[in-house]
Every structure is written in structure tokens, then in C-alpha cells.
């Protein structure tokens, strides 16, 4: 017989709470660039043995990581299924924290994702209209030697033709 400890139902509680709460929507992001960037839930590690950092999962300007930020050089369209570019999403880099974060640049109105990723580990952001279309995502702690990469999407309207997706290539620090 399986023991059920409270543990367990502590965990099983805040999986299905956290997918309720993804499925109605309620998960989302506040104002951003020095307001509040709310709400914004990490992603499952994508390996069990990756343990958490500091870092992970934090805004990098209220941090002030970023301002040791590096543009890596990686960057990548957001396009939609034709091919029409929608945006872009760069990938970041903290020389003082060691952590990567993806930003995009879109139309003011799109909202979307922003998911930075380890071979360990991945942190998500979503984004809503506004801030001039400028958006970053959270943290992944990725010291020197750890590679890293950004995915983006973006919606902008209503239609297929207005929704989009890119993936930087790796940076490996």
C-alpha cells in the first residue's frame, strides 16, 4: 500500500493549482521595465538532478544583473507560418550573476512567451501588450561553459498569420 504523505499532497496540490491556474488564464504578467513583473511562473526543470539557483527564474534589471549585461550576438525572427517576420528575440548574458535571458522586440500590441534553456533547466515569462513592445524574460543560471539558447512567440492579432515563433542559436559562455 502506497503511503500518502503531506509532502506528496502539498506537491500534487501546487501542480494542479499552478495548471488550473495556466489553463484560465489568471498567470500573467504586470507592467514591465521598473514596474512590477508579476506572476511569472518557471517552467519544470527539464532534468530532475538540476538544482535551483538564486537567480533562476528572477527579473534581470530588478536583480541588477543586467547591468552587467552582454548581447551574445544570438538573435532570431519571430515568424509566422509564411514566413513574415513579426519580431525579434536576442539572448542575454550577466557577466556579474552568470545567467541568460531572452528579450524580444514586437509590436506594442503582441503578447507572447519567452523561455531561456540549459541542457539542465529552462525558465518561461509571459508577456502582455505594451512597454513599446520591448520584453524580457526570468533568469537561468548558466555559468561560464554552460550553453544556452532563447525561444520566443508572439501573438499580434487574430489569425495564424499572426502568431509567430523563433529560436536563437546557442551560446556558450
Known amino acids: 500500500m502506497t503511503s500518502i504523505t503531506k509532502t506528496s499532497i502539498t506537491k500534487t496540490m501546487a501542480v494542479f493549482g499552478t495548471s488550473a491556474a495556466l489553463a484560465s488564464g489568471l498567470l ?14 518557471p517552467v519544470a526543470n527539464t532534468a530532475g538532478s538540476a538544482s535551483a539557483h538564486p537567480y ?17 550576438g544570438k ?12 519580431g525579434t528575440i536576442r539572448l542575454f548574458y550577466s557577466r556579474q550573476c552568470g545567467t541568460n535571458w531572452g528579450e524580444v522586440s514586437v509590436a506594442t500590441r503582441a503578447s507572447g512567451t519567452i523561455t531561456v534553456f540549459t541542457s539542465k533547466k529552462s525558465r518561461s515569462f509571459t508577456y502582455r501588450p505594451g512597454n513599446g513592445g520591448h520584453h524580457w524574460g526570468n533568469m537561468v543560471y548558466a555559468p561560464s561553459g554552460v550553453c544556452a539558447k532563447a525561444t520566443g512567440s508572439v501573438t499580434a492579432g487574430i489569425g495564424r498569420a499572426n502568431k509567430g515563433s523563433g529560436t536563437t542559436p546557442k551560446a556558450c559562455g
Open 28 to 41: 500573467t504578467t504586470g507592467l514591465m521595465n521598473g514596474a512590477a513583473q508579476a506572476a511569472s511562473l
Open 75 to 86: 538573435k532570431a525572427s519571430l515568424r509566422n507560418e509564411v514566413g513574415d517576420r513579426l
Open 56 to 72: 533562476d527564474g528572477k527579473d534581470p534589471y530588478r536583480s541588477g544583473c543586467a547591468r552587467s549585461r552582454v548581447n551574445t
